[in-house]
């Protein structure tokens, strides 16, 4: 089976700016859930989607928001980008019946 | 809520040393507990989980962990550590079962950034 799809893999963008980001989750997998990593505040959980409910959030404001489609697929956008959003952004999806989580390759997002 | 700490932040070992990674978690309940390694330039690849069962539970590269529930800690250990060994290791709880603000949500510990040198 193909892991987890993160497009794309590199984003530059300038403060104000908004940006959507894009998971594909392992086949079969229908909980998708997403991931600031920063090296000051290391992995932080932002939202859970599944079956195109968001069941989960973390404590981001409200510029980080999410959906999910019916294949399951997630993007989480980001608007009104400020400096301290650059990070790395992570996507997880887990199998059915099961709380064990398998990560993307990420996007890193640069904010200028 | 839950939080993790990791003791070490930098490990530094000689190729066949023995190693153990502390980690230690605060939540009243029951938890899922996870190890992940991430590789320079690669993504975060689960190494071994524990759900229920026996405590000590084996994963992948000869990495074993050993859930200790009185003392809330799930040391990873290795007994002979590569060179290849090197990499960031995370620790990871999840509320098991918990429903509500559980769902999907991994606490993920600082990291420890192991270095072996050949």
């Known amino acids: ?112 | 809520a839950q939080s993790v700490s990791q003791h070490n932040h930098h490990v530094i070992l000689s190729e066949a040393a023995s190693l153990e990674l502390g980690c230690n978690y605060s939540y009243g309940g029951t938890v899922n507990l996870f190890w992940y390694v991430q590789y320079p330039g690669q993504h975060l690849q689960l190494l071994l989980k524990y759900f229920s069962g026996d405590p000590l539970v084996k994963g992948i590269k000869g990495f074993e962990a050993e859930f200790i529930k009185s003392k809330f800690s799930f040391n990873l250990r290795k007994p002979s550590v590569q060179w290849s060994d090197t990499a960031e290791y995370f620790c990871a709880v999840n509320a098991a079962g918990a429903g509500g603000t559980s769902y999907g949500k991994l606490t993920f510990g600082q990291g420890t950034i192991l270095t072996v040198h050949p």
């Open chain 1, 1 to 112: 089976k193909a892991g987890v799809t993160q497009t794309p893999r590199y984003l530059i963008k300038t403060r104000g700016q908004q940006v959507t980001l894009s998971c594909s989750p392992i086949s079969g997998h229908r909980s998708v859930s997403w991931y600031q990593q920063t090296p000051g505040q290391g992995l932080q959980f932002l939202f859970e989607y599944f079956s195109e409910t968001q069941r989960n959030k973390g404590n981001f404001p409200g510029r980080f928001s999410g959906r999910q489609f019916s294949n399951s697929r997630s993007e989480m956008n980001v608007s009104t980008l400020e400096l301290g959003d650059s990070a790395l952004y992570l996507c997880a999806s887990s199998p059915p019946g099961t709380d064990t989580q398998y990560f993307g390759p990420g996007t890193r997002l640069t904010v200028l």
